[in-house]
């Protein structure tokens, strides 16, 4: 509807990262406000492109294809330094 209160279907509400201590600064007296960072192995690995599409990535320079494949091999990969941070030896690698 007009006001954008009522949706025809389940919906996704999204907001940008950057917009939260703004949010948080106008509705709260004293907001403390913090963040993490992590490296990107450990946190983030989209599934989003086709392989061709993945290709192109790369070949314009891209550091990560964003296809099917890499996601799951990056999956392996941050389960192996897991593992390796909690004291197994891994094999092979």
Do not use: H
């Not at 279907?9 to 406000?33: F, G, V």
């Not at 989003?48 to 550091?63: C, D, H, R, S, V």
């Amino acid at each position: 509807d007009e006001t954008r209160t009522d949706f025809k279907k389940p919906t996704r509400l999204e907001c940008m990262m950057q917009d939260i201590p703004k949010l948080y600064q106008k509705e709260l007296d004293e907001p403390k406000i913090g963040f993490c960072m992590f490296d990107r192995w450990l946190t983030f690995s989209p599934a989003k492109n086709a392989l061709e599409a993945g290709q192109a990535t790369i070949a314009k320079g891209g550091t990560a294809p964003g296809t099917l494949s890499s996601a799951e091999s990056d999956k392996y990969v941050q389960n192996q330094r897991k593992l390796e941070f909690a004291g197994v030896k891994i094999e092979g690698t």
